[in-house]
Structure formats: structure tokens, C-alpha cells
């Protein structure tokens, strides 16, 4: 009996125990989290859309995401990733990609919307993911002094903060957000296409997802009353275009005076 005590107080037994803890206690959070996305992304989808998405996925996108989604060296698996960013990547005319680059431009989409339905309700039965956001998110009532102080704190250094967009390294850009649609903003905030990262919930709520949206929405509405807004970069964009078109008309009239003296 004495020994079985002591090998009971024996310090790594703590130390074992508590991993068995955070071992058990992650996974049931992972599962609990997986069934919940599942819910969520499949919920607005029939079995019909399932199966006519099936049908165009393997038509178009199995080339080079694979049958079943699964994956090739010329695209990767789409297992898991949800509604939303099919959706987002189909809906804005990014899938599919023209020619391999740095990354997929946006262009007119390939797919109506019924099909583009279809084609997110397959890729969402094969795995837990985001889905397509619900409408009251989308109705652009949100806060928008709330948003902005998300969009500056958050996407403002890529994005530029009157959302103008801006360059990244080797190739890569921040596509600016004017004339986007408030479905595509929430998509893109949790799916992380392209270069940009992932917003989850825990990172910003679904509400501060709509005031973000929101504050979009009102400065494109606002546009530009003062004129041209030369990238919305302030004083040092303006001050670098008037430095510029002075000297041109300097050296224009230059030019001009000496022609007439000759």
C-alpha cells in the first residue's frame, strides 16, 4: 500500500494528468466545433444541389482540384473549406483561374448563381467550413464608426484605409473594395483567400463583420467630393502630383518661350 502511495504522489503523475486534461478537453472542443460548422454549412442546401454541383464540379474544377475534391499539384484540396469560400472564389469570377500567377484575378464569373450554388452545396457536404453568411449579416445597418475602427485596425495595411488596396511582395496585391458586394467582403473575412488571413469569430464577431461592411459600404457611397482622390495616400500622393505637373508646366512654358525667341 505504501508503495502504490508514492508512485500516486509521484510528481510526473500531476504532470500526466494534466495533459490527459487539455487531451481530452481540446478534443471534445474540436468536435463540438466541427459538428456546429457542418450544421452550418449544409443546412441551406438539398440533396439536388448536392448532386448537380457533383456533376459540375467534375466537369470543371476536377482537372486540377481532383475527383472528390481531394487534390493535385495543380490545385489544392478542397476538403473542409466550406460554402462561403466557394462561393467567393466562383461568385467573383476567380475559379477558375485563367493562367497560374501570383495570384487569381477578379472577372466576370463563369457560373450563374444557381450553379454556383450547386457547386458550393458539393464542396460543403465533403467537410466542415465556413458558410454563406445569412442576410441579416449583409444588410449593411450596421455600426459604421464600430466598423471603421475594425477595417483601420484590422485590413487598413493591406487594404489602405480608404480601402483603395494596395501592393504586397512578388507579384501580390490588396484588391481595392470599391463595387463589392457585402456578401463577398464577409466571405472573404472568414475563408482568407489568396494572401489575405482568416477573421474567424473569435478574431472579429459576425456583428463586427457587419459593421465593417457597413463602413464599406459608406465611403463608397461618399466617394470622393473634394475630386480626384489620387489613392486616398493623403498629403504626400498630392503633394508629389503637384510637384510633378508644376515642373512639366514649367518646362513646357520653357520650352515654349525659347522656341519664340529663336
Known amino acids: ?28 472542443y474540436a468536435v463540438a466545433t466541427t459538428v456546429n460548422e457542418a450544421k452550418a454549412s449544409t443546412t441551406s442546401f438539398s440533396a439536388s444541389d448536392g448532386a448537380e454541383g457533383k456533376k459540375l464540379f467534375e466537369a470543371n474544377c476536377a482537372t486540377c482540384h481532383g475527383m472528390g475534391a481531394s487534390g493535385t499539384q495543380a490545385g489544392p484540396s478542397l476538403v473542409g473549406v466550406g460554402a462561403a469560400a466557394v462561393d467567393f472564389q466562383v461568385g467573383t469570377g476567380r475559379m477558375p483561374m485563367q493562367m497560374n500567377g501570383p495570384q487569381a484575378y477578379k472577372k466576370p464569373a463563369q457560373f450563374n448563381d444557381e ?64 463595387d463589392v458586394t457585402g456578401k463577398h467582403i464577409y ?27 457597413t463602413f464599406l459600404k459608406q465611403i463608397e457611397a461618399n466617394g ?5 482622390d489620387l489613392g486616398a495616400l493623403g498629403p504626400v500622393s498630392e503633394g508629389l502630383f503637384v510637384w510633378i505637373a508644376g515642373l512639366g508646366v514649367i518646362i513646357a512654358f520653357t520650352i515654349w518661350l525659347t522656341s519664340r525667341t529663336s
Not at 500500500?1 to 471534445?28: D, F, N
Not at 483567400?193 to 459593421?211: C, I, L, Y
Request: proline content about 7%; overall charge neutral; charged content about 15%.
Open 1 to 28: 500500500m505504501k508503495a502504490l502511495s508514492q508512485k500516486r504522489r509521484h510528481p510526473l503523475a500531476v504532470i500526466a494528468l494534466l495533459l490527459m486534461g487539455l487531451l481530452v478537453t481540446g478534443g471534445l
Open 115 to 178: 450553379q454556383t450554388h450547386q457547386l458550393s452545396a458539393y464542396v460543403a457536404s465533403l467537410g466542415a467550413g465556413p458558410a454563406i453568411p445569412e442576410e441579416h449579416l449583409l444588410d449593411e445597418q450596421g455600426d459604421p464608426a464600430k466598423g471603421g475602427e475594425l477595417f483601420r485596425v484590422n485590413c487598413a495595411m493591406c487594404h489602405n484605409a480608404a480601402a483603395a488596396g494596395g501592393a504586397l511582395t512578388r507579384g501580390k496585391f490588396a484588391p481595392a473594395l470599391a
Open 187 to 213: 466571405e472573404a473575412m472568414v475563408t482568407g483567400p489568396q494572401n489575405m488571413p482568416v477573421f474567424s469569430d473569435a478574431n472579429v464577431t459576425p456583428e463586427g463583420k457587419r459593421d465593417i461592411i
Open 224 to 228: 470622393s467630393p473634394g475630386g480626384a
